[in-house]
C-alpha cells in the first residue's frame, strides 16, 4: 500500500501564493500521471491539474495561468504551486497517484483564503 502525505496548506490573504507538496511514503515503480484535485464545502470533488509521466501538464479552466503543477520523480512527489489566490481557491486539496500497481489518494489538505 502507498500512502500520499500532503503539506503546505494553510491560511493565504487575496493574492497571495502557496505551494502544495505531496509525497509517497514509499518508492513506487514506474512512471505513472500525477493530479490534484480540490473540493470545496457543499461541492463535488473537481479535478484541477495533472502531470503525465512526460511532464506533460494540464489544467482546469478555474486555475489556468495562476497553478502550476510540477514532479520530482526521484522523491515521488508532486507539487502545486497556487499564486494570485483568491477565496473561490478556499477547499481541501488533494493529490492523486495513478500507478500500475493502484489509484492512491492523499487524505487532503486545507487551503483558506481569507479577504
Known amino acids: 500500500q502507498v500512502q500520499l502525505v500532503e503539506s503546505g496548506g494553510g491560511l493565504a490573504q487575496v493574492g497571495e501564493s502557496l505551494r502544495l507538496s505531496c509525497a509517497a511514503s514509499?518508492?513506487?515503480?514506474?512512471?505513472?500521471?500525477m493530479a490534484w484535485y480540490r473540493q470545496a464545502p457543499g461541492k463535488q470533488r473537481d479535478w484541477i491539474a495533472r502531470?503525465?509521466?512526460?511532464?506533460?501538464?494540464q489544467y482546469a479552466d478555474s486555475v489556468k495561468g495562476r497553478f502550476t503543477i510540477s514532479r520530482n520523480n526521484i522523491k515521488n512527489t508532486v507539487y502545486l504551486q497556487m499564486s494570485s489566490l483568491q477565496p473561490e481557491d478556499t477547499a481541501l486539496y488533494y493529490c492523486?497517484?495513478?500507478?500500475?500497481?493502484?489509484?492512491?489518494w492523499g487524505q487532503g489538505i486545507q487551503v483558506t483564503v481569507s479577504s
Open positions: 492523486k497517484f495513478d500507478t500500475k500497481i493502484g489509484t492512491f
Open positions: 514509499r518508492s513506487v515503480p514506474s512512471m505513472y500521471p
Open positions: 502531470i503525465d509521466v512526460n511532464g506533460l501538464t
